[in-house]
Each structure stands twice: as structure tokens, then as C-alpha cells.
């Protein structure tokens, strides 16, 4: 499917490029790609750092809870119930928490204005202060 996918780029017959970009990242992460689909996902974050989709795509490229596990930008319904229990359940790792922290860090650092970049990390950095951690890293 890649190689359908860029074969079609490269004629000029695809019309959409960010949609190729989008379909790109999508197969890396089927195809166990993980590094290439972090790297894809990051690509798209630069373009729309406000895209909740790119940065559930990333958490799945670095193999960590996806959002809306542990409260980050859930939505309602059937969802939010699996996400309040997992919440319930501790949600996290301390090693994922950790990751997470690194992750969010890096890209408030490369995209400043980015109001996603600061929210979803409230969520996870929240409840590791309630949970006793003591842990509350610098969002500005």
C-alpha cells in the first residue's frame, strides 16, 4: 500500500498532498513501523499542532496509551466510560507517565503557541500530583 501510495504521489495523481501525508503515517502504523510513524506523525504536528487525530497517532507510534485513556482529551459516551475506568484502574505506568512528560515537553518546545501541546499534558501531570507523586513539571 506504500508503494501504491508513493508510486501515485510521485505520477502527480494524487491530489491531496497533506491527505498522502495523513494515509502515509496511518500505514506506518499498521504496518508495525513504529519509528517511521512516529517520525510521519511528528511531520503532521508541525503542519496542525491542534490536531487531537496527529497526536493520538503518536501516542500509538511510541506505543502508549491512546488518548482519551486516563482522562486526556476523552469524549463522551461509551469512550469516557472505558477512559474513567481505566483512570480508575491507575491508567498509567510510571515509566509511560515519564514518557508522556518527555513527549509533550519536547513538543511545547518546538511549537510554543500550540494550546494542545499544553492541554493533554494537564490531564496525565494531574493526576500524578493527586496520586501523591509530587510531580508538577513547568506548562507555561
Same mark, same amino acid.
Given at each position: 500500500? *506504500?508503494?501504491?501510495?508513493?508510486?501515485?504521489?510521485? =505520477?502527480? $495523481?494524487?491530489?491531496?498532498?497533506?491527505?498522502?501525508?495523513?494515509?502515509?503515517?496511518?500505514?506506518?502504523?499498521? =504496518?508495525?513501523?513504529?519509528?517511521?510513524?512516529?517520525?510521519?506523525?511528528?511531520?503532521?504536528?508541525?503542519?496542525?499542532?491542534?490536531?487531537?487525530?496527529?497526536?493520538?497517532?503518536?501516542?500509538?507510534?511510541?506505543? *502508549?496509551?491512546? *488518548?482519551?485513556?486516563?482522562?486526556?482529551?476523552?469524549?463522551?459516551?461509551?469512550?469516557?466510560?472505558?477512559?474513567?475506568?481505566?483512570?480508575?484502574?491507575?491508567?498509567?505506568?510510571?515509566?509511560?507517565?515519564? $514518557? *508522556?512528560?518527555?513527549?509533550?515537553?519536547?513538543?511545547?518546545?518546538?511549537?510554543?503557541?500550540?494550546?494542545?501541546?499544553?492541554?493533554?499534558?494537564?490531564?496525565?501531570?494531574?493526576?500524578?500530583?493527586?496520586?501523591?507523586?509530587?510531580?508538577?513539571?513547568?506548562?507555561?
Amino acid at each position: 500500500a *506504500l508503494g501504491v501510495l508513493d508510486a501515485g504521489s510521485a =505520477a502527480g $495523481r494524487l491530489r491531496d498532498p497533506l491527505g498522502v501525508k495523513e494515509q502515509r503515517a496511518r500505514l506506518f502504523l499498521a =504496518a508495525g513501523r513504529y519509528a517511521d510513524a512516529e517520525g510521519a506523525y511528528r511531520q503532521l504536528i508541525a503542519i496542525n499542532t491542534e490536531n487531537h487525530k496527529y497526536h493520538a497517532g503518536l501516542h500509538a507510534a511510541q506505543q *502508549l496509551p491512546p *488518548l482519551g485513556v486516563n482522562g486526556s482529551s476523552g469524549s463522551a459516551g461509551a469512550g469516557a466510560a472505558a477512559a474513567a475506568a481505566a483512570a480508575a484502574a491507575g491508567g498509567l505506568s510510571e515509566e509511560q507517565r515519564q $514518557r *508522556l512528560v518527555e513527549v509533550y515537553g519536547e513538543l511545547q518546545a518546538e511549537h510554543p503557541h500550540s494550546t494542545t501541546a499544553r492541554r493533554i499534558p494537564l490531564d496525565f501531570l494531574v493526576r500524578s500530583w493527586a496520586c501523591g507523586l509530587g510531580r508538577v513539571a513547568v506548562w507555561a
